[in-house]
């Protein structure tokens, strides 16, 4: 990329390949030249990880065009789970934080079920999660299943994504580079902006154990790091 890239301040390879290596993962870099990283848009919704967001074409709209938002395990999940807690309250003060940065909350579902991430935490499983699962029981499964979801992220400015297909990824991919998603189109990874978690001041061990929870506990064939360098 002809662009200066910039990683998250405290931006370590060595200690992030450490972690994960030390917890069984493969691990190796990548170079940046070998993956498509472009900006994230201005008022774009916070995507997943997941791996089908790849092919997804009901992208959100800004200023008519379809942009690509900002990915972490769960989207706006991820948010209340960490910072800002698990009720309504919670969901307010995520989008808040969020806009701080020029983003919109987004959620997701699929022809199964729902997040992955979100089914996790719903059921109390996460133990990375700081924060408990706290709706109310009238909106118990919103953020992942609920009626109401769609039209509660439209009048958060947010997105709700509806993601198609089946699990492909075979491996994680962690972008460091700070105001960068990646663009793909095959399915195959998890694909991570660790930017912006550290970002928002989550330190290291809190966002790698989510990760790393997050992928064996969902699809423990794809415990496979690459980490993008320049």
């Known amino acids: 990329m002809a662009t200066k890239l910039e990683t998250y301040t ?17 691990v190796k870099p990548i170079s940046v030249e070998e993956v498509n990283l472009i900006k994230v848009a201005k008022g774009s919704a916070l995507e997943c990880g997941d791996g089908r967001f790849d092919k997804l074409e009901d992208r959100k709209v800004v200023e008519g065009e379809a942009v690509h938002g900002v990915r972490v395990f769960g989207g706006v999940n991820a948010i209340m789970a960490l910072l800002t807690g698990g009720d309504e309250v919670g969901l307010l003060g995520a989008t808040d934080l969020l806009r701080r940065f020029g983003l919109t ?14 089914d996790l935490w719903i059921a109390g499983e996460l133990e990375s999660a700081l924060y408990p ?12 299943l609920g009626l109401w979801l769609p039209s509660i992220l439209r009048d958060l400015g947010g997105k709700h994504f509806r993601l198609n297909g089946n699990h492909k990824e075979e491996g994680v991919r962690l972008n460091p580079f700070r105001g960068y998603t990646e663009v793909a189109d095959d399915g195959l990874r998890f694909r991570i902006d660790d930017w912006f978690m ?23 064939d794809a415990t496979k790091l690459e980490i993008i360098t320049s």
């Not at 909350?105 to 979100?118: F, L, R």
């Not at 699962?133 to 919103?142: C, D, K, T, V």
């Not at 928002?200 to 989510?210: A, E, H, M, S, T």
């Not at 992928?215 to 423990?220: G, Q, R, S």
């Open 133 to 144: 699962y706290e709706l109310q029981q009238a909106n118990r499964g919103g953020l992942r």
């Open 105 to 118: 909350p987004g959620t997701h579902s699929a022809e199964e079920g729902g997040c992955g991430y979100a």
């Open 198 to 220: 550290a970002d928002l001041g989550i330190p290291d061990n809190v966002r790698f154990f989510k990760i790393l929870e997050t992928v064996t506990k969902l699809k423990p």
């Open 10 to 26: 405290g931006f370590s390879i060595s200690r992030t390949a450490e972690y994960f290596a030390k917890r069984g993962w493969s």
